[in-house]
């Protein structure tokens, strides 16, 4: 067998370096002021990086610019926690918005043990986002904690991995296993924004209070129970995906697979590191994210439409710009998920479905979307209707909106056209009409008739009834 060559052997090296698992990029800025901090994530580090990212960690201080020249430096943003009081004018908040606007992702990690800095409180206010107006806002709940690590102070809740949150979304974040969520600050979602979504909802039996104030603990609390959200997803317009992670803790490296005990049960080992890696898959586009291939539509006549697998079209142009009112349309759409490293045929979650629009000003068709065909990374989806009988401007429109899956807004403009002089059907293809043809048709032979028998009566000759009388 003959040896690979050195430059064989390069460009697979290249390749397998400059792959990365992430749908959007693999360049990640690390935004922290606590060298040590990179010791405590260390597991954490170590997993990103084996997906495939390349990890740059700048302080603050040292003013990282997040864009150069209209471009990108970086696709991601992890912001760990500060003992700043602002992160200087490299981070405010327009620049992460403008960030943001490029399509860049931010991962927002805060504790209550420090203090979140300002520029980030009102970051999170732009996201209707809200924060404990206390410094020190912790989560505790007395009902589900580690009995280990927080019997005196109940603030490392234990809680199930999330199920579903909404109906039609995917659960990326749920599995077995119980999360350790050591001293978290809950936030608060504005009930406005449909761009916000919970990923970790607080227990029923939480609240968060201010604890150097403890004889306010149960007369004012901030929020309590399905108010607080421990981890917060936003997925902007564009697909830009900002998420808050209340407890920077649960990354360290002393809490993944740490070993707990939730009241008389017995002991188990936390499900952290899972969660991490849904968490930041999620939000870094390893997960979640749609793509469009091929998409189609065609005049069917007769014979002419979908074959059995779904995809082959017999003697009718693809993608026609002009249709006739009442002609039967046929609409396809390719769909793929990326998951982790590569695309997938993309399922709807359950209870959920693929929709198109045909419309002028507002729908006149609304329509699901079935399956017909899969390949190996790739679903094709489609359904045939009669158009209208209305002619104008229409668009065929595929606008499929989910929590934790990126937007998908396909739109195409065709015109439809009334019927031709030539293409009305003959009155006697028309059962309703039979009646007054047969009225009609009856009315001429009778005329007919009735002229015949004027013409062929002789009229009465009087000269010879005359004589006769004479």
């Not at 010791?39 to 700048?58: C, M, N, P, Q, V």
């Not at 199930?160 to 119980?178: C, E, I, M, S």
């Not at 009566?457 to 004589?467: G, T």
């Amino acid at each position: 067998m003959k040896a690979p060559s050195f430059l064989s052997v390069l460009v697979l090296l290249l390749v397998g370096v400059a792959h990365a698992l992430s749908s959007s990029g693999s360049r990640l800025l690390v935004v922290t002021d606590d060298p040590t901090q990179k010791g405590k994530y260390s597991k954490f580090w170590a997993d990103l990086e084996g997906r495939g990212f390349s990890i740059t960690f700048e302080s603050p201080k040292s003013d990282p610019a997040l864009t150069q020249h209209g471009e990108l430096n970086y696709d991601h943003l992890l912001i760990l926690p500060t003992k700043l009081k602002a992160l200087g004018p490299a981070l405010t908040p327009q620049l992460i918005l403008d960030f943001m606007k490029k399509e860049g992702n931010v991962l927002l990690a805060l504790s209550s043990g420090t203090t979140t800095p300002t520029t980030l409180t009102s970051l999170l206010l732009e996201l209707d986002i809200h924060l404990p107006l206390e410094r020190d806002g912790l989560v505790v709940d007395h009902f589900n904690f580690d009995a280990q690590s927080a019997a005196d102070k109940h603030d490392v809740l234990l809680l199930p991995r999330p199920g579903p949150l909404r109906q039609g979304a995917k659960n990326y974040f749920g599995g077995d296993g119980l999360l350790a969520v050591p001293r978290a600050i809950g936030q608060t979602l504005g009930n406005a924004s449909p761009l916000l979504a919970p990923i970790l909802p607080a227990p029923p039996t939480a609240y968060s209070y201010n604890p150097s104030e403890e004889s306010e603990a149960l007369e004012d609390p901030f929020a309590t129970g399905k108010q607080l959200s421990l981890a917060t997803a936003f997925q902007s317009r564009n697909s830009a995906r900002f998420s808050v992670l209340g407890s920077a803790e649960m990354l360290e490296d002393a809490w993944f697979g740490a070993t707990v005990k939730l009241g008389d049960a017995g002991k188990t080992k936390t499900a952290n590191q899972e969660f991490a890696k849904a968490l930041t898959g999620w939000t870094f586009k390893e997960l979640g994210v749609l793509k469009v291939g091929h998409l189609q539509h065609f005049l069917r006549k007769g014979s002419d439409s979908l074959s059995a697998n779904g995809t082959e079209v017999a003697d009718s142009e693809l993608n026609p710009k002009i249709y006739r009112i009442k002609n039967e349309a046929t609409y396809t759409i390719e769909l793929s998920e990326y998951s982790v490293d590569h695309w997938i045929p993309f399922v709807p979650a359950t209870s959920d479905s693929v929709q198109l629009e045909f419309s002028m000003l507002s729908p006149y068709h609304r329509l699901s979307l079935a399956p017909v065909r899969s390949t190996s990374n790739s679903t094709i989806y489609a359904t045939s209707f009669i158009l209208p009988d209305q002619h104008g401007i229409f668009n065929f429109r595929v606008n499929y909106k989910r929590p934790f899956l990126n937007n998908v807004d396909e739109k195409n403009t065709v015109t439809v056209r009334h019927f031709a002089h030539d293409e009305w059907p003959r009155s006697f293809a028309i059962s309703g009409a039979w009646v007054w043809i047969v009225g009609i048709w009856a009315t001429v032979v009778g005329w007919l008739g009735f002229c015949g028998l004027w013409l062929w009566s002789a009229p009465r000759d009087e000269k010879r009834i005359v004589k006769k009388r004479n």
